[in-house]
């Protein structure tokens, strides 16, 4: 029994412990995007990295999960005698949750992933300590602009899944369900408010900083080879995915629950 | 006698329960070089991360000059690292930068040199270390072990650092880019003028590069002397390693 309570102990310990370091590791980071000189070469390289490839993985998301949404919608509403319903049910679910938390879950596994194991593979190979050798500072050099361009990029990532959500719903609405084209238009954008987007966008920035943040705490403290970066690049995505969700419940209760 | 550059003091580090470091005692005279001897995992390069800051010792003093850079702020120890240039073990170079972009990297970080003349001063550099031009351009990953050490000895040497620290220069290399780069390493220091510790294993290279020589063993120096009587020191343990007896005072973990 003692040996149980011991164990969760640790567990809870070790767990506030790791929050602590994270959280001091995010802020030294940002402020050290606000110091200067700005380092706009590895901000470009950063972004590039974060948003252009990320493109393809997340526009394909949107588009399907737009089109099952109003597949779904339908067919569940039809039960109620609301399928006029679907294009609002669309928007809102896109533009509010479904755009940042399917855009941040992709890209949690793809760029998160990336940037532990970039910086791991720099930290077991010495590469972070020579950085501080060659009078630069690696939280500066890698991890600031890392971090901005997490917060930036998945905001514009999910402008793109947000529009092309709408269409993916709006293809299968138009096409398959039988709404008339201005219908459905005029149903959607009656209803959208600019809160909808902005509040997900907010949440974009979020996520795509915790993204990165992750990926940069897991990478930057890896430690013991291949295998090390192996494990820091998959503690990366799921502490990233994890925290995604967590958050995105936080900010829902800030944003619409007054 | 003057005031040694490097002057440490009761050096400790452990890591968990491993004790690495017990006790450090080592003094660098200015413009000397020293060469440091010792098994596997004796703690080499340990001691010198120490010393470059980036890893913190338990107890113990690291004299720059007079001056104890443990007690300093981090802005002031940040300036006195500014000053040390080093080999990594395993050249530590950026993988994701071309080769003169490594070597132009400390002098671009300090602005003590303008983004538009780093092509021309890393072609000079090195071409100091025996590298053509052509190679500038080309990832570390394309290159051979010989000549990444040798792109990370042009980083090391590039900023004119008044000391250097040199890990295991010639590990891997064959004899005779091995005997290349001790020359180098010697060149280096000459022309600079700079105060070095090197880390090897290779007798030779230890006397061709060093004037004096230290040994650690279990955390402790444990012979200290001119690098030319490492193979007639009088000490049993620096007689056993030099001359890579297996029966003597070193007796391997996995012989008790
Ligand atoms: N960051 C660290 N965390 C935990 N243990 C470490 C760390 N760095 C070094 N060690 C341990 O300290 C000991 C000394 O390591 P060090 O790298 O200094 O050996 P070395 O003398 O340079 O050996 P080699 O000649 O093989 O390079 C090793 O047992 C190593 O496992
Ligand atoms: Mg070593």
Redesign the pocket.
Known sequence: MLDLLAAVGRGVIGACRATGAASLFGLEGLLGILRPPLQPRLFGRAFVEFAYFSLPVVALTAIFTGMVLALQSFTGFARFNAEGAVANVVVLSITRELGPVLAGLMVAGRVGAAMAAELGTMRVTDQIDALATLSTDPMKYLVAPRLAAGIIALPLLVVVADILGVMGGFLVGTVSLGFSVPTYLHNTFTFMQTGDVVSGLIKAAVFGFVIALMGCYHGYHS?GGAEGVGSATTAAVVSASILILALDYLLTQIFFVR | MSEPRIRLRGLR?S??E?R?LDGVDLEVAAGTSLVVI????????????CVLGL?EPDAGTIEIDGVDILALDARARRAARAAIGMLF?NGALFDSLPVWENVAFGPLARRTLARRDARAFAARILASVGIADSVGTLYPSALSGGMQKRVALARAIAGEPAILFF??PT?GLDPIVGAIIDQLVVDCVKRLGSTAIA?T?DMASARRIGDRAAM?HHGRIVWDGPAARLFDSGNAIVDQFTHGRSEGPITMELRR
Do not use: A, P, W, Y
């Open positions: 430690r | 580090k890591f968990g491993k690495v010792g098994g596997s995992g004796s703690g080499k390069s340990v001691l010198l991360k890893i073990q890990d295991e590990t880390i294993h650690l």
